[in-house]
């Protein structure tokens, strides 16, 4: 068996503060801001939420909810580290939070960054040209030429300014996002397939700091059948 050893982490004596990554973003576009209520009982949602691999394109109003009950920041509070901690739907080590979700919607050749804080997307520039060959792999992987396409970006300085061996700590919070996004896809009736390439070499072009790093995609539709 091959296993890494990411090794055990434990907090800094004194955390390292930590520069965010200076993004090059274009148009910003506000979601829908009346999204809506989740009425399913959660025990029916762990009974069915499944893996689909079949999509229809969502519109503005599901994806503007699917983004409101999964990844917005639901509170916050400064800390020494650079940037705010923050209260999500999902749990972060350190409430830290360092996982951004790029979105890449049928139709259109732009990524977009969800901004938590403010429920808006925000163009990325160049990314259609740095994440061309990402596009190009997971359409091989699963073509979904319907689905919306969600990048999980982590920012790894983020959480190594508070731990260190914090490497495991960037990927449990990736996974911890993963479950909570399939959970809000069954809740609304959609469907929702993980996929198992990181995003790299691409996702870490998308900034010129060296402070990304790919750590998933996954695949949102509305429910088109059974797969």
């Given amino acids: 068996m091959t296993w890494i050893d990411l090794g055990d982490p434990l907090p800094r004596s004194t955390p390292?503060?930590?520069?965010?990554?200076?993004?090059?973003?274009?148009?910003?576009?506000?979601?829908?801001?009346?999204?809506?209520?989740?009425?399913?009982?959660?025990?029916?949602?762990?009974?069915?939420?499944?893996?689909?691999?079949?999509?229809?394109?969502?519109?503005?109003?599901?994806?503007?909810?699917?983004l409101w009950h999964a990844c917005r920041r639901r509170g916050s509070a400064a800390s020494s580290l650079g940037f705010d901690l923050e209260h999500r739907t999902a749990p972060s080590a350190g409430a830290i939070h360092p996982i951004h979700v790029v979105?890449?919607?049928?139709?259109?050749?732009r990524w977009w960054l969800y901004q938590p804080s403010t429920h808006q997307l925000v163009e990325l520039k160049q990314a259609h040209t740095r994440l061309a060959g990402l596009l190009e792999l997971s359409l091989q992987v699963l073509t979904g030429a319907d689905a919306t396409r969600l990048l999980f970006v982590a920012e790894p300085g983020k959480t190594l300014s508070k731990y260190q061996d914090g490497c495991?700590?960037?990927?449990?919070?990736?996974?911890?996002?993963?479950?909570?996004?399939?959970?809000?896809?069954?809740?609304?009736?959609?469907?929702?397939?993980p996929l198992g390439i990181t995003g790299e070499p691409w996702a870490s072009a998308l900034a010129d700091q060296g402070k990304l790093a790919g750590v998933g995609l996954a695949l949102l539709g509305t429910a088109t059948g059974a797969w």
């Avoid at 960037?170 to 993963?178: E, M, S, T």
């Fill in 16 to 66: 390292e503060r930590y520069s965010l990554v200076d993004w090059n973003f274009g148009e910003f576009y506000t979601l829908p801001a009346q999204a809506a209520a989740l009425n399913c009982p959660f025990g029916e949602v762990l009974d069915a939420r499944n893996t689909q691999r079949t999509f229809g394109v969502v519109d503005d109003e599901q994806l503007g909810t699917f």
């Fill in 103 to 109: 979105v890449k919607r049928p139709g259109d050749a």
């Fill in 168 to 193: 495991s700590l960037v990927w449990r919070d990736a996974g911890a996002i993963l479950g909570i996004m399939a959970l809000t896809a069954t809740a609304q009736g959609l469907n929702f397939c």
